[in-house]
């Protein structure tokens, strides 16, 4: 069993940067692909980005490519999201999974609010 654990969100101004952590605890991480996705109030969950089980290939989505990083650090059991250039429209609770197969284990989210 995969338990993940989300933090590092919080509030920051529009134009800033916050790094989520997602960390797990079970099986190491390295066995599986794992992404973010954020939802935000009212509003339908959005796929960010993932990253591949190899680290070799990731994947983001329009609207956070060139602001949002996605690596893992598979000796912390960790993979992380690198948030720049956070604009108001960000403002969601963040969540990780991690995936191979037909398994998917989700983590409990962060909240990120930009604001000023």
């Known amino acids: 069993q995969l338990q993940l654990v989300e933090s590092g969100g919080g509030l920051v101004r529009p134009g800033g940067s916050l790094r989520l952590s997602c960390e797990a605890s079970g099986p190491g991480l390295q066995f599986y692909h794992v992404g973010w996705l954020r939802q935000a109030p009212g509003k339908e969950p959005e796929g960010l980005a993932c990253?591949?089980?190899?680290?070799?290939?990731?994947y983001y989505v329009d609207s956070v490519k060139g602001r949002f990083t996605i690596s893992r650090d598979n000796a912390k059991n960790t993979v992380y999201l690198q948030m720049d250039s956070l604009k108001p429209e960000d403002t969601a609770v963040y969540y990780c999974?991690?995936?191979?197969?037909?398994?998917?284990?989700w983590g409990q989210g962060t909240q990120v609010t930009i604001s000023s």
């Open positions: 990253i591949s089980i190899s680290d070799e290939s990731t």
């Open positions: 999974n991690g995936y191979r197969g037909f398994t998917t284990f």
